[in-house]
C-alpha cells in the first residue's frame, strides 16, 4: 500500500497555542486531501477537504479560521490548529487520494494525537 | 441520524468462534462500501471491500444488500489477533469516506 506519514505523532500544548500537523504522501501524488478527526470512541469525522492548488471545503460546523489547512503540493498538505482549546484534543488522520485515473483509493497517515491543556 | 450506524459493542468472544457484526447506511446514492480495522490508537487499515454478490477473503465473509441498506462482516475461527473495533465504511464515489463508529470486538483465550 501506500506510505503516508503524519507529523508529529502526538503533541501535547498548552490553550490558546497554534499547533501545525504535516502529511506527506511519500511514493504517490495526493490530489486530494481529506481531514479527519476522531474523539474518543467515535467515529472518523470529515473535517474538511482539499484539492492541490485550491482552497479546502469545510464541513458543517468546522470553523475554516481555526483549522487551517495548506495543500500547495502534491506530496503535502499542512492542517493547523490555531488557538487550541481543550475541546480541540482529538485524534487527526490525514486522508490523501491518488490522482491516478480510475483510482478512488483513499490511504490513511498514521494520525496525530493531540492534547490541549 | 448517523449515515452509517453499528452497534458499538463490545462484543466479547472466545478464540475460535464465529462473530457477526452488522451495518446499516442511510444514504441511498452510497456506491462503495468496505470494512475496515482500526487497532486502539492507530489510523483505520482496509480490511476488505463488500460486494453484493458477497466475498470472502480467509475467515472473513462479507455481504451487502442494497435493497435494505445493509452490510454484515462474519469473522469465522476468531484469533486473538482480530480483537480490533471493525469499521463500517461507505463511499459515494468523488466524496471521501463515511466511517460507522465502529464495532469493538474483543477475542478472549
Known amino acids: 500500500g501506500a506510505v503516508v506519514s503524519q507529523h508529529p505523532s502526538r503533541v ?29 470512541k467515535k467515529s472518523l469525522m470529515l473535517m474538511a477537504t482539499s484539492n492541490e492548488g485550491s482552497k479546502a471545503t469545510y464541513e458543517q460546523g468546522v470553523e475554516k479560521d481555526k483549522f487551517l489547512i495548506n495543500h500547495a503540493s502534491l506530496t503535502l498538505s499542512t492542517l493547523t490548529v490555531t488557538s487550541a482549546h481543550p475541546e480541540d484534543s482529538s485524534f487527526y488522520i490525514c486522508s490523501p487520494r491518488s490522482g491516478t485515473p480510475g483510482s478512488n483509493e483513499q490511504f490513511f497517515g498514521p494520525g496525530t494525537r493531540l492534547t490541549v491543556l | 441520524r448517523k449515515e452509517v450506524e453499528q452497534d458499538p459493542g463490545p462484543f466479547n468472544v472466545p478464540e475460535g468462534a464465529t462473530v457477526a457484526f452488522n451495518c446499516t447506511y442511510s444514504n441511498s446514492a452510497s456506491q462503495s462500501f468496505f470494512w475496515y480495522r482500526q487497532d486502539c490508537r492507530k489510523e483505520p487499515k482496509l480490511l476488505m471491500s463488500v460486494y453484493s454478490s458477497g466475498n470472502e477473503d480467509g475467515r472473513f465473509t462479507a455481504q451487502l444488500n442494497r435493497a435494505s441498506q445493509y452490510i454484515s462482516l462474519l ?33 478472549q483465550p
Request: charged residues 20%; proline residues 2%; hydrophobic residues 30%.
Open chain 2, 75 to 107: 469473522i469465522r475461527d476468531s484469533k486473538l489477533s482480530d480483537s480490533a473495533t471493525y469499521l463500517c465504511v461507505t463511499s459515494t464515489g468523488r466524496r471521501a469516506l463515511t466511517f460507522g463508529s465502529g464495532t469493538r470486538l474483543q477475542v
Open chain 1, 12 to 40: 501535547i500544548c498548552k490553550s490558546g497555542t497554534s499547533v501545525k500537523i504535516e502529511c506527506r504522501s511519500l511514493d504517490f501524488q495526493a490530489t486530494t486531501m481529506f481531514w479527519y478527526r476522531q474523539f474518543p
